[in-house]
């Protein structure tokens, strides 16, 4: 069965530290992977796409990674600003019928 | 371009009574999705659509939910009777007509039914 698990389910950080979120996937055979994020009463907005071929992708502050190895991605914020806090959610493409699976996010919130 | 434009933003109503959430897709966009978000569940795809033809409703609950979309530039999701356990946020996307590219999404409508 495809699967998407994110940890840490949610978290804490003081505005200016770094963080990482986890993403691990069972979804095979891989296409894509998609990272967003969904401030509160919001839509989720993409940050970046990782296809197989790619290791690391930086947007801003946002750094993802992929180990399609491991089956393995995270999401490195450099610099936390109060606005970072919102939940991230990782999306992969694949599988049978090359649908996406969806991981039920890592609710971020950052303090002062 | 406005983005994907949703309403209403919120919703109450009482067991039993229908429900219609309307979307209306960015302009020239081949792809419509309608989502449910709870937090128990997160987001979950309902209900596709490609050049207005529903292509994949394995997502769809039950029968109490039905989805159409009558033109390019706007989709209603239905629910008939609506139940307590329908309360969630319920999305609506659009996406051009590659497969990589991004969806983008609404700002849902929130869902109560008491």
């Known amino acids: 069965k495809n699967q998407v698990e994110q940890s840490p389910q949610s978290l ?10 986890q993403c691990n996937y ?15 009463g919001r839509g989720p907005v ?3 796409i990782m296809t197989f071929s790619e290791n690391t992708k930086s947007n801003g502050r946002y750094t993802a990674t ?19 806090s919102a939940s991230y959610i990782c999306v992969v493409r694949g599988g049978g019928g090359n649908k996406l699976t969806f991981g039920t996010g890592t609710q971020l919130k950052v303090e002062l | 371009d406005a983005g994907v434009i949703q309403s209403p933003r919120h919703e109450v109503t009482e067991m039993g009574q229908e429900v219609t959430l309307r979307c209306k897709p960015i302009s020239g966009h081949d792809y419509l999705f309608w989502y449910r978000q709870t937090m128990m569940r997160g987001l979950e795809l309902l209900i596709y659509f490609n050049n207005n033809v529903p292509i994949d ?13 009558p033109n390019a530039s706007f989709s209603t999701l239905k629910i008939q009777p609506s139940e307590p356990r329908d309360s ?16 983008f999404f609404g700002p849902g409508t929130r869902l109560t039914v008491l």
């Not at chain 1, 069972?26 to 509160?40: A, E, G, H, I």
């Not at chain 1, 914020?77 to 606005?83: K, N, R, V």
């Not at chain 2, 996406?95 to 590219?101: G, H, P, T, V």
């Open chain 1, 26 to 40: 069972t979804v095979s055979p891989f296409s894509n992977l998609r990272w967003y994020k969904q401030d509160t």
């Open chain 1, 66 to 84: 992929l180990d399609a190895d491991t089956k393995q991605s995270s999401l490195h914020i450099t610099a936390s600003q109060l606005s970072d």
């Open chain 2, 57 to 69: 409703d394995s997502g769809m609950p039950e029968d109490r939910f039905s989805a159409k979309m």
């Open chain 1, 46 to 48: 993409s940050l970046t």
């Open chain 1, 12 to 21: 804490i950080i003081l505005e200016g530290k770094n963080c990482t979120l």
């Open chain 2, 88 to 103: 969630a946020v319920y999305f609506c996307a659009s996406r051009r007509d590659q497969l990589y590219n991004e969806q």
